[in-house]
Each structure stands twice: as C-alpha cells, then as structure tokens.
T-cell receptor, first 114, second 110 residues
Framework: DAMVIQNPRYQVTQFGKPVTLSCSQTLNHNVMYWYQQKSSQAPKLLFHYYDKDFNNEADTPDNFQSRRPNTSFCFLDIRSPGLGDAAMYLC?????????????FGPGTRLTVL | GNSVTQMEGPVTLSEEAFLTINCTYTATGYPSLFWYVQYPGEGLQLLLKATKADDKGSNKGFEATYRKETTSFHLEKGSVQVSDSAVYFCAQTGANNLFFGTGTRLTVIP
C-alpha cells in the first residue's frame, strides 16, 4: 500500500544534542510537509518542500532545518533541541496541482528531550 | 485571513449516543474542508472531505455538509462507538497549507 512512513516512532534525545527525524513516502507526491504538534494542540506547520523548493514558515525557529535529497525522503533536523521542542512531529505529503490539497499523514515521531 | 473555529472539548458520550462537533471557517474564496481523526499515539487520518458548497462528506458513519451560507462543516454521527474515542480536527485548505482547528477530544464510554 502507498503510504507515508516515519522513523523512528519514538525518539529520545538530550538537551542540546542534535537529532534527525526521517520521513519517506511511496505516493510519489511532489509536496512534503513537517508539522509540530504539542500536547492537546493543533498541528503547526514548520515548513514544506514543493519538489526541491524549500518553503519555511515565518515563525519557524532557526533551530529547525530540513533536507529533501530526493522525492521519496525528507528529514527534519533539530540542531540544538530544547525542552520546549518535545512534541509529536508529523510528516505529510500532497500532490502538486491538487485543488483539494488533501494531505496524507505519517504516524508521527514523538520526541522526548531530557 | 483563513481560520477554523472548532467546538471546544472534551466531549464525553455514552455508546450509541448522537454526536455533533461544530466547525466554522473564515476564508477568502472557496476552500476544501476536511475532518481528520487522531487516535491516541497516532498521526492524523483523513476521515472525510468536501470540496464545494452543499457537498456531503461521509465515512464510517460520520457525515459533514459544506454549508457556504453559514460557513460551517459540522461533524455528525448517529450512534457513536467506544472505538470512536479520538481527537477530531476540522481543517480547510490554504495555499499549500492546511488550517486546522484546535481539535475536539471525544471519549465514548460503554
């Protein structure tokens, strides 16, 4: 089945220690998104890639970076995690030129910062 | 600008009760509207969608109708089950983005 996969599902890191979260997709979608979701809140868009074009949200901290080496993979790098970065991180994809802009979500990676 | 306002929870219902979760939106133009569901510890799953006025989205016994005149997309289910316990998010399209409501936690008790 075509899907969005996130690894790992649970990640524990230490304060200030860089961490990378991974997302892959078999849907061949052009657009990939990273969201941050804190407890009992709506997902908040951090950035998205439209093919290789990177689009950062204005209020995304510089501590968050992303890479998309090919269509299938996208990575979220947190350079120096703080306690406030503990959250669920959701990856999503959508087709370009899809008027409905339906997004397909992965299961998420729950990040704990010690 | 675009925004989604969703009924605040939590909502607790007995099994087989009727469910309504209110959702209203503000938008320029005519967005597509969605309901996503998030089960404990999981990512978001699309529950249903509607792309134009008067469309009705339906799935797994849930329904929502796109009402342009009231800018609403309320979620309903006639008889909830314990397995419906989850957080429900209303959302609308933006330009390469989704605008989410704050989510409504539903708990169904036997």
């Amino acid at each position: 089945d075509a899907m969005v996969i996130q690894n790992p599902r649970y990640q524990v890191t230490q304060f200030g220690k860089p961490v990378t979260l991974s997302c892959s997709q078999t849907l061949n979608h052009n657009v990939m998104y990273w969201y941050q979701q804190k407890s009992s809140q709506a997902p908040k868009l951090l950035f998205h890639y439209y093919d290789k074009d990177f689009n950062n949200e204005a209020d995304t901290p510089d501590n968050f970076q992303s890479r998309r080496p090919n269509t299938s993979f996208c990575f979220l790098d947190i350079r120096s995690p703080g306690l406030g970065d503990a959250a669920m991180y959701l990856c999503a994809t959508s087709r370009v030129n899809d008027y409905y802009n339906e997004q397909f979500f992965g299961p998420g990676t729950r990040l704990t910062v010690l | 600008g675009n925004s989604v306002t969703q009924m605040e929870g939590p909502v607790t219902l007995s099994e087989e009760a009727f469910l309504t979760i209110n959702c209203t939106y503000t938008a320029t133009g005519y967005p597509s509207l969605f309901w996503y569901v998030q089960y404990p510890g999981e990512g978001l799953q699309l529950l249903l969608k509607a792309t134009k006025a008067d469309d009705k989205g339906s799935n797994k016994g849930f329904e929502a109708t796109y009402r342009k005149e009231t800018t609403s997309f309320h979620l309903e289910k006639g008889s909830v089950q314990v397995s419906d316990s989850a957080v429900y998010f209303c959302a609308q399209t933006g330009a390469n983005n989704l605008f989410f409501g704050t989510g409504t936690r539903l708990t169904v008790i036997p």
